[in-house]
């Protein structure tokens, strides 16, 4: 572009700028836009499409009337209750359902009385046998008294608290001979009893002992009631045909036109205030809500397609639940996430703060966002119709803009400069994918042929194959807090810069998960997440942690990591956005946690969607909220207003099966010693991601702790040993909110008589009677087994020692003596007689080496030449040679091979000195030296004990180790007539 023609560009630009034309519909109602809906049907479990009627129980369950019967729902299961199912349920339809303050659950059925079905599993029924007017149930209520009222087709009855049928004071006055259609019956605040009928004038109210026609509604003339609900402020609201609601004060009267103006219809079915007093008006043709001072209508064009709700309620989690004619039950539950659908793939979204916009990268161009709207300006203009692949703010507050082909890579500066770059411009290629400033202020900008490093003087040097990197297909772009740049690539993994030369490369090979790099991203001062088409890695302390999949990822391509401020790492995937909790992801790293737990969020909570691409950057802004890029839009997390779900699970043990045959659930469960399997059914009933309720176990009595946090609702033992059990199950939800107790069952397993504390005590008794016996033959079968293997061993020894000693005539006995001496050192020393039996055979058997040396060498008379003398010398190593093979006393080869080292270092074979010569070697060395000067030899008669004592002692420190030489002496002492010699 020339300068000329930017000027132009630069003076329209500025003159347009901040007066930005908003392209936007007329104001929608946005009361929907903070709900995601979820609808379940027959496919998935319901009886029948056909609600008549929803209630919540006090302990969480949905209890759902259909013509089916009766169906308790706990968020992932739905059991039904009908004669089909148990003819302990005299009942098909379940027209109308109430829980009483007692915890007893009513049901009306169409045509076969009223049901009160009690804690205790017991069935009462109420027929026209028993007093009521019809068998046709239309609505319950209970009174202040405990009494609960029953509205037929044809009248009114009451049962009491006692489960009997009463009439109350005034009941032979009631309107209309109590021939009427009790469509709903209602208790206010005060105590009356409304009868709805739904015919003109024809609202009956009963107090003080009377029933009364209510005609208190004035702005609509004969009004066909057909609902009354009060606000939790008293006033009462009024649904009456067609389409109108009357809400009534002391003060004031109102009336509303509620139908939606589209899809007119006949009749408001049900009225019901919310927690955030909201008012709720089911309808025959969707549903109407009255939210400050205004409505908004959920029918076709919000999600519905107009089908008849028969009524509304919140449950405890405060999630909106319908009950339709035609599609089962619907819940609308608030949403983590914002969703806004666009007509493109967006791959960047980046925040100005200076303009205060968000602008979005789309394939077909870039976008301004702000308050909810898209805004034209002339940026958006110059980019239209071009595949916009990244974009980004520099420290200045210029606009960086990366594009495919058309455009290569812009910068629109904030005074309204603007500038490109291409491959005629020196750009390694037209194809930009990313565009990152670094803290020099030179850009880096990335493409499919290379790297560009635009410096501020405007020069661009080129990063590409030619310069040593294996792949050039740049996909992001990273500065460090050093300055160092890393560049992912395509699947040449990552390469850094440092002062623009590549100073150092990581793939695989190195420890990533892998080499095809989508992000890298720093989330906290002492880590870098690098983002791959296989795991995830995480660089700390000069080590890469990685995980994938295998490790409870649930996905193995991870596009990107994002933190927020709280202890949540998000991420982009190809199985859409997820999140891992921090102190999860350092117990897994630590090895303290086998798997990690990753949630996973889909349209359920607000990402209506077809997912995410690999190559999108999403972002944080400056609020902490987090912006997802989608191929259909984008969606955004904001953790303050956060839809978690602050109510606990309840957690229920629902069944417990012995072998497969159910128990019942009441006190403790007595299970036989024949018993083998033990199955207990759990849930933790939540209503809203059911799915992400987790569960621990334990069973006291079998489990020394609760087990890992696990979606199963199963638990099953086999062959449990007789006692006592108590199972204890606790629940948490997606939001780690967990329940308040845990639900626990006692277990007790009887044993067979065999398996009773006397049986065994006796059994115990008389086996170890037995073992005492046995033990004591074997011992001494042992004793006389070593005996004679011991003097096998001997005879065997002395048979070598023989042998030896016959060899050198001059020194017969010679080895017994020194075995004899080595023995009383050892005795003396304090040795076990285990170790002096070592010693001794170690000692007979040190000079076995010398039947390696020739005769004439030993038995020479005169003294040896050098020669001969090295022969002799040999003879440790040809005895320890031999003595090896005996592996069940490793000592024989030690005494052999180590008897003629000196303590001072000069002996042989080895050289060894001190206590590094074998203890066991250091013994026989002195009881060999004792007994060579102890000995006659050809040349002289054995030396007197003084001449010897003399010896030893001028030797101790030198040749002889000066402990074992003190304890010679000592036993020298004793010799006073000297026995100790040949």
Not at 104 to 130: M, Q, Y
Not at 205 to 217: A, L, M, S, T
Not at 670 to 688: D, F, H, Q
Not at 710 to 720: Q, V
Request: aromatic fraction near 10%; include cysteine; hydrophobic fraction near 35%.
């Amino acid at each position: 572009m020339g300068k000329s023609s930017m000027k132009k560009v630069l003076s329209v630009f500025c003159a347009l700028f901040f007066c930005m034309q908003v392209f936007a519909a007329e104001a929608s109602d946005l009361f929907f836009t903070d709900f995601v809906s979820r609808s379940w049907t027959t496919v998935d479990g319901l009886p029948g499409n056909s609600i008549t009627d929803l209630i919540q129980s006090m302990d969480g369950y949905l209890y759902i009337g259909t013509y089916g019967g009766l169906v308790r729902f706990d968020g992932m299961e739905f059991v039904t209750f009908n004669r089909s199912v148990d003819p302990k349920y005299s009942f098909m339809t379940a027209r109308s359902v109430m829980e009483d303050s007692r915890g007893n659950i009513w049901v009306g059925s169409n045509d076969e009385g009223a049901f009160c079905h009690k804690p205790d599993g017991n069935l009462i029924a109420f027929t026209t046998n028993n007093g009521l007017p019809n068998n046709s149930i239309r609505s319950f209520c209970e009174d202040k008294d405990g009494n609960i009222w029953i509205g037929t087709s044809v009248g009114i009855a009451c049962v009491s608290g006692n489960l009997e049928v009463i009439e109350p004071a005034g009941f032979e006055k009631i309107p209309n001979n109590n021939h009427f259609i009790a469509s709903q019956l209602y208790c206010d605040t005060a105590g009356r009893i409304w009868i709805v009928t739904g015919t003109e004038n024809n609202l009956y109210v009963y107090y003080e002992q009377e029933f009364h026609v209510y005609d208190g509604i004035k702005t609509i003339k004969n009004p066909a009631v057909t609902t009354v609900a009060q606000e939790a402020g008293g006033a009462f609201w009024f649904g009456i045909a067609p389409n109108k609601a009357v809400r009534k004060t002391p003060e004031e009267e109102l009336s509303f036109y509620v139908g939606n103006k589209e899809q007119r219809g006949n009749s408001v079915n049900s009225i019901y205030q919310d927690s955030s007093l909201n008012v709720w008006f089911a309808l025959d043709n969707g549903v109407t809500v009255f939210h400050e001072g205004k409505f908004s209508y959920y029918t076709k064009p919000a999600g519905r397609d107009g089908a008849t709700v028969a009524k509304i309620i919140e449950d405890r989690e405060k999630n909106i639940w319908f009950a339709t004619d035609l599609g089962g039950i619907e819940r609308l539950s608030y949403s983590k996430f914002q969703t806004t659908f666009m007509s493109t793939t967006v791959n960047a979204i980046a925040q100005d703060t200076n303009r205060d916009v968000v602008w979005i990268a789309g394939d077909d161009g870039l976008y301004c966002y702000s308050n909810g709207k898209f805004i034209d300006n002339e940026i958006t203009d110059y980019c239209k119709n071009v595949r916009v692949r990244h974009v980004a703010m520099t420290r200045e507050g210029d606009l960086l803009v990366s594009t495919y082909e058309k455009l290569g890579q812009i910068k629109f500066s904030k005074d309204g400069k603007i500038q490109s770059w291409k491959k005629t411009d020196g750009l390694a290629g037209n194809k930009v994918r990313v565009c990152e400033q670094m803290r020099s202020g030179d850009l880096f900008v990335g493409t499919t042929t290379g790297l560009s490093i635009i410096g501020r003087d405007g020069s661009i040097k080129n990063i590409t194959t030619a310069d040593k990197i294996t792949n050039d297909y740049i996909m992001c772009i990273f500065e460090d807090d050093e300055g160092s740049v890393w560049i992912g690539t395509d699947g040449g993994g990552v390469f850094i810069l440092k002062d623009g030369k590549i100073s150092r490369t990581l793939t695989k090979e190195d420890g990533l998960a892998g080499n095809v790099i989508f992000k890298i991203a720093k989330l906290n001062d002492k880590e870098i997440w690098i983002c791959t088409g296989t795991g995830a890695s995480c660089l700390r302390g000069g080590k890469i942690l990685s995980f994938d999949s295998s490790d409870g990822l649930g996905t193995d391509s991870v596009f990107q990591l994002l933190g927020d401020y709280s202890k949540n790492i998000w991420g982009t995937s190809n199985r859409g956005v997820f999140c891992l909790n921090r102190d999860e992801l350092e117990s897994f790293f630590a090895g303290k946690k086998a798997k990690l737990n990753t949630k996973f969020y889909s349209d359920l909570d607000g990402i209506s969607s077809a997912g995410v691409t690999s190559t999108s950057l999403s972002m944080r802004d400056s609020l902490g909220r987090i912006w997802f890029t989608l191929v259909d839009g984008f969606t955004i997390y904001d953790p303050v207003r956060n839809a978690s779900n602050k109510a606990a699970p309840e957690v229920k043990i629902q069944h417990v099966y012995i072998d497969g045959i159910e128990c019942p659930l009441s006190g403790k469960i007595v299970i036989g010693p024949e018993a083998k399997r033990l199955n207990i059914k759990y849930t933790g009933i939540s209503l809203v991601s059911s799915e992400q309720v987790r569960f621990k176990t334990k069973l006291e009595g079998f489990d020394s702790d609760y087990g890992e946090w696990t979606s199963e609702r199963l638990m099953s033992y086999t062959n449990l040993k007789p006692g006592s059990y108590t199972f204890n199950v606790i629940a948490k939800n997606g939001d780690e909110i967990q329940s308040r107790k845990s639900q626990l069952i006692m277990i007790v397993k009887k044993p067979y008589f065999w398996q009773t504390k006397w049986f065994i005590a006796l059994v115990c008794i008389l086996g170890a009677g037995l073992v005492v016996l046995v033990y004591v033959l074997r011992l001494n079968s042992f004793r006389r087994e070593k005996k004679k293997n011991e003097k096998f061993t001997l005879e065997i020894t002395l048979a070598l020692v023989g042998t030896i000693d016959a060899k050198d005539k001059y020194t017969k006995g010679h080895s017994n003596r020194v075995a004899e001496y080595s023995k009383m050192i050892c005795s003396q020393l304090g040795h076990s007689e285990e170790y002096q039996k070592k010693v001794y055979y170690s000692a007979l058997l040190h000079d076995i080496g010398k039947i390696g040396v020739p005769d004439a060498i030993i038995n020479k008379p005169g003294k040896l030449n050098d020669e001969e003398f090295s022969k002799i010398k040999e003879h440790p190593v040809i005895g320890s040679q031999i003595l090896k093979a005996v592996s069940s006393m490793a000592e024989l080869s030690v005494g052999a091979r180590s008897h003629h080292e000196r303590f001072d270092g000069k002996g042989y074979p080895d050289g060894l000195s001190g206590t590094n010569i074998p203890r066991i070697a250091r013994i026989i060395c002195v009881a060999d030296a004792y007994d060579a000067m102890t000995s006659n030899r050809s040349y002289r008669q054995f030396l007197p004990q003084e001449v010897v004592r003399r010896e030893l002692e001028k030797n101790k420190g030198s040749q002889f180790d000066p402990e074992i030489v003190d304890v010679m002496l000592s036993i020298m002492e004793k010799d006073v007539f000297y026995r100790l010699h040949e």
